[in-house]
């Protein structure tokens, strides 16, 4: 069982950055692959990024690659979600999430936990 609380969301000019910190609570969290997600109005959630209960796995979709970093300190049982050079059509609700197994996935119904979400908006 694990709980999540994230922060780290705001308003940010175009090229600027934020990075989104994801706390987790529960024993044993490098069992649980973590990932990122977004949901823009009218749109359905999309996978943004995930990362192995390790940290030595991870993948990208491709819109955020090169500008996204995902990250995690299992000493701080925290998750990090670094945003570079961020653009317009990044603007959404940004929900981190884990899963009960330690390897990575893409697929929003594999986790089963999941962050209260956090707005970014990113102006023009």
């Known amino acids: 069982q694990v709980q999540l609380v994230e922060s780290g969301g705001g308003l940010v000019q175009a090229g600027g950055s934020l990075r989104l910190s994801c706390a987790a609570s529960?024993?044993?969290?490098?069992?649980?692959?973590m990932g990122w997600f977004r949901q823009a109005p009218g749109k359905e959630r999309e996978f943004v990024s995930t990362i192995s209960g390790s940290g030595r796995i991870t993948s990208y979709e491709d819109s955020v690659k090169g500008r996204f970093t995902i990250s995690r300190d299992n000493a701080k049982n925290t998750g990090y979600l670094q945003m570079n050079s961020l653009k317009p059509e990044d603007t959404a609700v940004y929900y981190c999430?884990?899963?009960?197994?330690?390897?990575?996935?893409?697929?929003?119904?594999?986790?089963?936990?999941w962050g209260q979400g956090t707005q970014i908006t990113i102006s023009s």
């Open positions: 529960g024993h044993t969290i490098s069992d649980y692959a």
């Open positions: 999430a884990a899963r009960d197994r330690s390897w990575i996935s893409p697929l929003i119904h594999e986790y089963a936990y």
